[in-house]
């Protein structure tokens, strides 16, 4: 059965950093692209981050410089570095992995998700 | 920059069809795009219901079902039912490995 459950949410002031992590299990997170995905409180989806299983990242405008996406093969897990936090970084994170094939660019199960609130 | 709008809010009654849509503020919504959509009901994660436009998720019952319509990609759910209400999330793949969500609209059952 395939889980993804993220952790490291948490408090933070404006300008510090979080490092968001996404344990997953029934599969192999270098098997399939995966994805960072965060909802702001009462608000829609906001996609990230990509991992694609050959290694290549990419970020959305939003985050591109202060954000660094990651994997760790040997412990099946995505993180999510984020440095110079902003209050309008406050949100849900979601870790998300991309159906198969990865030609269809969609995403088939994502985690719980984990609160990250960047507040003075 | 890139806008993927879909409505804000729609009601339908029980029984009833509704079609959602998702669209782009600059051009069409093609299958290159390949929308997706997301069902989220308050506080949980969102469930993957559709993909490449009008692929059924495996488990999503048949009265799901995914287009494109004109300029837009479309959902569409017929015979809606009382736990069809949520808000309905679509993403658009923009190709060099960025992707674009919608709003998000919220669909009321009543």
């Known amino acids: 059965e395939v889980q993804l459950v993220e952790s490291g949410g948490g408090l933070i002031q404006p300008g510090g950093s979080l490092r968001l992590s996404c344990a997953a299990s029934?599969?192999?997170?270098?098997?399939?692209?995966m994805t960072w995905v965060r909802q702001a409180p009462g608000k829609g989806l906001e996609w990230v981050s990509v991992?694609?299983?050959?290694?290549?990242?990419y970020y959305a405008d939003s985050v591109k410089g202060r954000f660094t996406i990651s994997r760790d093969i040997s412990k099946n897990t995505l993180f999510l570095q984020m440095n110079s936090l902003r209050v309008e970084d406050t949100a849900v994170y979601y870790c998300a992995r991309g159906g198969a094939p990865a030609t269809q660019y969609y995403l088939d199960y994502w985690g719980q998700g984990t609160l990250a609130t960047v507040s003075s | 920059q890139t806008v993927v709008t879909q409505e804000t809010s729609f009601s339908v009654s029980p029984g009833g069809k509704v079609t959602l849509t998702c669209g782009l503020n600059s051009g069409s919504v093609s299958p290159s795009h390949y929308p997706s959509w997301y069902q989220q009901t308050p506080g949980q994660s969102p469930r993957t219901l559709i993909y490449?436009?009008?692929i059924r998720s495996s488990g999503v019952p048949d009265r799901f079902s995914g287009s494109i319509l004109g300029n837009k990609a479309a959902l569409t759910i017929t015979g809606a039912q009382a736990d069809d209400e949520s808000d309905y999330h679509c993403?658009?793949?923009?190709?060099?490995?960025?992707?674009?969500f919608g709003g998000g609209t919220k669909l009321t059952v009543l």
């Open positions: 490449s436009t009008s």
């Open positions: 991992l694609f299983s050959g290694g290549t990242i």
């Open positions: 029934g599969f192999t997170v270098s098997s399939n692209f």
């Open positions: 993403l658009l793949y923009m190709g060099s490995g960025i992707w674009v």
